[in-house]
């Protein structure tokens, strides 16, 4: 199994918090309301908590991704797809 982790697209983001709601397990906010999301991979037990949070941002800033730094395209967030 590949390890998956949650990125932020800190130019798309503006700060509504709904990440943090939904999954404070990885998302904490700065001061500002930003995310600050975990470094660690993706526990595998939060994997559909993880992925509908990536769906639900409203400014689409959030991917979940198997390579640290690299960002998924929206169709591998796609259920019923893999990547990686």
Do not use: K, N, Q
């Not at 798309?12 to 975990?38: K, N, Q, W």
Request: glycine letters at 10%; hydrophobic letters at 35%; a positive charge.
């Amino acid at each position: 199994m590949s390890r998956r982790y949650l990125h932020v697209d800190p130019t798309l983001c503006v700060g509504h918090r709904l990440c943090a709601e939904m999954l404070p397990e990885l998302v904490t906010v700065d001061d500002f309301g930003y995310p600050i999301i975990s470094p660690e991979p993706v526990p595998r037990h939060l994997g559909r908590l993880v992925r509908r949070t990536v769906g639900a941002c409203p400014a689409l800033a959030l991917s979940l991704d198997g390579t640290p730094g690299r960002r998924a395209s929206r169709d591998e967030l796609r259920p019923g797809t893999t990547s990686g």
